[in-house]
């Protein structure tokens, strides 16, 4: 039998160890200003949603705010609409729309809802905007990070960030502004605003400035959930923003008059323009990534440097894998995007939005809901005639004055007793309606009957809504 000796296990010095990072270091990205179609489409959806969004609470309609969402009241205000807490389905509905948009412009173009009209990418060209008149563009931005601390960096710095808290304080109060009377809001700012309203104005103005401030691609690239799972939703024929390999390679350096055939290059000249002008900092020559949104700000910069070569555009272009793999013409890759997916899915969508829409229009505003008193026995309320006490909650949804009449069928000689009509019940208003229903005690036989409670409108137009419930009648 052989002895056996133990094993030794060599030490490695922690000093001569590999250091592991558990998590990547963060590069400041300088991204640089661009010209172009589809820079001039940013500033469009920039203007256009902050329109409607700083906008939207300073409107009027029937001498209240146009878009108000009063949690307190549990009405939400949109336009001419009213919405109550049972009308939840069209919460629901919308959900479902928002969805299948999204499914439906990622299947066709990828994040392009990322890339124009995404509150992260919004704020954050709106400040990056700021930046660039207080700072300067990219190269000046980079200097004067790289110099040390003096009055003139102060000054800058102080005012760039002056403006983005100026900026996102205005936009949480406009965000409280949708939940509280936006004037009523700006006239309690001295001193009367309320708990709450205090801490979502400062909690989603810091929420802005954190992240179109600070974090801005981290956001994109790390917290957004929609980064990781939107290549489930793309094909080859999805549209991406895409580098033609087969063209621009081999890159290389060269003059405007240099051949870049008889020089064995392709037309890309390894300028990096498109990563200097990523937001998120990728070089997209690198094929499809995940951190891309979509914003083709790498398009618009390429294409600059095409026109001064002298090159055709689109050496990054919109376009889909199949398209690129095939050399297909531009007339072709588009005739693919109407494919049996996003035909599906817009036909869904245009369905779903049509019934929604019609069932906006045909909505009745009033609702009642009816309930029998079960804490009173049917009883006999003079010789031969019997009673039963109910509750009727009438909700009038629409913004006018309305009066209402009850009336009840379902058993001979069956009347509504104790309650003064017309009922007037007030614009956006419920009224609880104490009331008895009377009848014959040979209306039936004893036990309990099917009736049907009838409330209508008595003014210009016509509501009427029919509520069942049930009528006792007592053994002799």
Same mark, same amino acid.
């Given at each position: 039998m052989s002895s056996s000796r133990p094993r030794t296990i060599p030490i490695v010095p922690v000093e001569e160890a590999d250091e592991v990072g558990l998590y990547e270091i963060r590069r400041k990205i300088y991204p640089r200003a661009v010209s172009g179609i589809f820079a001039r489409w940013r500033v469009f959806f920039v203007v256009a949603t902050q329109l409607v969004f700083y906008g939207a609470p300073w409107l009027m309609w029937n001498s209240r705010q146009a878009v108000l969402f009063d949690l307190g009241e549990r009405k939400f205000y949109i336009l001419g609409l009213v919405f109550w807490p049972q009308d939840v389905v069209y919460l629901s509905v919308l959900l479902i729309l928002s969805a299948l948009s999204l499914f439906l412009f990622t299947a066709i173009a990828g994040r392009v809802w990322c890339g124009f009209a995404c509150p992260q990418t919004v704020y954050t060209e709106i400040f990056l905007w700021i930046e660039r008149k207080i700072e300067g563009d990219r190269l000046a931005r980079i200097r004067l990070d790289a110099e040390s601390v003096n009055a003139k960096k102060l000054a800058k710095k102080g005012l760039k960030h002056a403006a983005w808290i100026g900026l996102s304080l205005w936009t949480g109060i406009t965000f409280v502004g949708y939940f509280t009377p936006i004037r009523e809001l700006l006239l309690a700012i001295p001193g009367r605003l309320g708990a709450w309203e205090i801490f979502w104005a400062l909690f989603y103005g810091f929420a802005t400035y954190g992240n179109a401030g600070w974090m801005r691609e981290?956001?994109?690239?790390?917290?957004?959930?929609?980064?990781?799972?939107?290549?489930?939703?793309?094909?080859?024929?999805?549209?991406?923003?895409?580098?033609?390999?087969?063209?621009?390679?081999?890159?290389?350096?060269?003059?405007?008059?240099? #051949?870049? $055939?008889?020089?064995?290059?392709?037309? !890309? @000249?390894? %300028?990096?323009? /498109? &990563?200097?002008? =990523?937001?998120?900092?990728? #070089?997209? $020559?690198?094929?499809?990534?995940?951190? !891309? @949104?979509? %914003?083709?700000? /790498? &398009?618009?910069? =390429?294409?600059?440097?095409? #026109?001064?070569?002298?090159?055709?555009?689109?050496?990054?272009?919109?376009?889909?894998?199949?398209?690129?793999?095939?050399?297909?013409?531009?007339?072709?890759?588009?005739?693919?995007?109407?494919?049996?997916?996003?035909?599906?899915?817009?036909?869904?969508?245009?369905?779903?939005?049509?019934?929604?829409?019609?069932?906006?229009?045909?909505?009745?505003?009033?609702?009642?809901?009816?309930?029998?008193?079960?804490?009173?026995?049917?009883?006999?309320?003079?010789?031969?005639?019997?009673?039963?006490?109910?509750?009727?909650?009438?909700?009038?949804?629409?913004?006018?004055?309305?009066?209402?009449?009850?009336?009840?069928?379902?058993?001979?000689?069956?009347?509504?007793?104790?309650?003064?009509?017309?009922?007037?019940?007030?614009?956006?208003?419920?009224?609880?309606?104490?009331?008895?229903?009377?009848?014959?005690?040979?209306?039936?036989?004893?036990?309990?009957?099917?009736?049907?409670?009838?409330?209508?409108?008595?003014?210009?137009?016509?509501?009427?809504?029919?509520?069942?419930?049930?009528?006792?009648?007592?053994?002799?």
């Amino acid at each position: 039998m052989s002895s056996s000796r133990p094993r030794t296990i060599p030490i490695v010095p922690v000093e001569e160890a590999d250091e592991v990072g558990l998590y990547e270091i963060r590069r400041k990205i300088y991204p640089r200003a661009v010209s172009g179609i589809f820079a001039r489409w940013r500033v469009f959806f920039v203007v256009a949603t902050q329109l409607v969004f700083y906008g939207a609470p300073w409107l009027m309609w029937n001498s209240r705010q146009a878009v108000l969402f009063d949690l307190g009241e549990r009405k939400f205000y949109i336009l001419g609409l009213v919405f109550w807490p049972q009308d939840v389905v069209y919460l629901s509905v919308l959900l479902i729309l928002s969805a299948l948009s999204l499914f439906l412009f990622t299947a066709i173009a990828g994040r392009v809802w990322c890339g124009f009209a995404c509150p992260q990418t919004v704020y954050t060209e709106i400040f990056l905007w700021i930046e660039r008149k207080i700072e300067g563009d990219r190269l000046a931005r980079i200097r004067l990070d790289a110099e040390s601390v003096n009055a003139k960096k102060l000054a800058k710095k102080g005012l760039k960030h002056a403006a983005w808290i100026g900026l996102s304080l205005w936009t949480g109060i406009t965000f409280v502004g949708y939940f509280t009377p936006i004037r009523e809001l700006l006239l309690a700012i001295p001193g009367r605003l309320g708990a709450w309203e205090i801490f979502w104005a400062l909690f989603y103005g810091f929420a802005t400035y954190g992240n179109a401030g600070w974090m801005r691609e981290q956001v994109c690239k790390y917290m957004c959930p929609y980064a990781r799972f939107q290549s489930v939703m793309f094909d080859k024929d999805t549209l991406i923003i895409a580098y033609d390999e087969a063209r621009g390679e081999p890159r290389g350096a060269r003059s405007r008059k240099a #051949d870049p $055939r008889a020089a064995g290059l392709g037309d !890309c @000249i390894n %300028c990096s323009i /498109c &990563v200097q002008v =990523c937001p998120t900092g990728i #070089d997209i $020559r690198q094929g499809l990534q995940y951190e !891309c @949104i979509g %914003c083709a700000a /790498c &398009v618009d910069g =390429c294409d600059q440097v095409m #026109d001064k070569m002298g090159y055709p555009r689109g050496l990054i272009r919109y376009a889909s894998q199949n398209s690129l793999a095939h050399a297909w013409s531009r007339s072709t890759m588009w005739r693919r995007v109407l494919r049996p997916r996003t035909l599906l899915y817009a036909a869904l969508l245009m369905a779903i939005a049509l019934a929604a829409g019609i069932s906006l229009a045909l909505k009745n505003p009033l609702k009642v809901d009816v309930i029998r008193d079960r804490g009173v026995l049917a009883r006999e309320a003079r010789p031969g005639v019997v009673e039963n006490v109910y509750r009727a909650q009438i909700m009038n949804t629409s913004e006018t004055p309305q009066s209402f009449r009850l009336r009840v069928e379902g058993l001979p000689g069956i009347v509504v007793a104790g309650i003064e009509q017309p009922i007037d019940v007030g614009p956006a208003a419920t009224r609880l309606v104490p009331f008895r229903i009377e009848a014959p005690m040979e209306a039936g036989a004893p036990g309990s009957h099917r009736i049907e409670l009838i409330v209508e409108s008595s003014g210009a137009t016509p509501l009427q809504r029919r509520e069942r419930s049930t009528f006792i009648l007592p053994r002799p």
